[in-house]
């Protein structure tokens, strides 16, 4: 089955922190790969990236695609307590079927 | 403009029971997709519908099926239901690619 690995699985840091989440993957025939961040229920869109290399930016949070190496990462700059999240990568193929992995448990810490 | 509704909100259901969960997309989305998300993991993708079409189909067994209306709202079916069925379920409206989801239905078979 296809895999969608993120890591790490949980991570804390004070306010202030600076966070790298990872997330890589084994297949290349896909569409795009999205980022959620996940509060208590409903996953909510923070980035679709389609193209290698190329950084897409919201506020604090950024994110980068590297279709050579296979992953993505999620930079949060100066976290804050509200970041404290689960975030989804999940990859979408072209039949529509996303696939997430597993999440990874950010909490910050005042 | 209102985001994705779910209803009900939880369920409490017995083995062998049906049950059915409801979903009504973002205004002008076309796209439903179902998703089921186990604690501690991230949402599997259950079926995805476009214009009352199905035009994809996870890894469930029979017992899962979907339907999608001509005011493109949607309804999931679960019969037979297994203690494994216990879930949070996701319906997630798509507009160019970007799924945004509901705040889930929470169900749990005992």
């Known amino acids: 089955e296809d895999k969608v690995v993120q890591s790490p699985l949980s991570l804390v840091v004070h306010e202030g922190d600076t966070v790298t989440l990872n997330c890589s993957y084994e297949v290349t025939n896909f569409r795009s790969l999205l980022w959620y961040k996940q509060e208590k229920k409903a996953p909510t869109f923070l980035f679709m990236l389609?193209?290698?290399?190329i950084e897409k930016k919201s506020g604090r949070l950024s994110s980068i695609l590297d279709k050579k190496e296979l992953f993505s990462i999620l930079n949060i700059t100066a976290t804050q307590t509200g970041d404290s999240a689960v975030y989804l990568c999940a990859l979408l193929y072209n039949n529509n079927d996303m696939r997430f992995g597993a999440g990874t448990r950010l909490t910050v810490k005042p | 403009d209102t985001g994705v509704t779910q209803s009900p909100t939880h369920l409490i259901k017995t083995r062998g029971q049906q049950v059915t969960l409801r979903c009504s997309p973002i205004?002008?989305?076309?796209?439903v997709s179902w998703y089921q998300q186990v604690l501690g993991q991230g949402p599997q993708f259950i079926f995805q519908y476009y214009e009352k079409e199905e035009r994809g189909r996870g890894n469930f067994p029979d017992r899962f099926s979907a339907r999608q209306f001509p005011n493109y709202s949607s309804e999931l079916n679960v019969n037979a239901l297994l203690l494994g069925d216990s879930a949070l379920y996701l319906c997630?409206?798509?507009?160019?690619?970007?799924?945004?989801f509901g705040a889930g239905t929470r169900l749990s078979v005992l």
């Open positions: 997630a409206s798509s507009l160019e690619n970007i799924q945004y």
């Open positions: 389609t193209s290698s290399g």
């Open positions: 205004s002008g989305h076309k796209s």
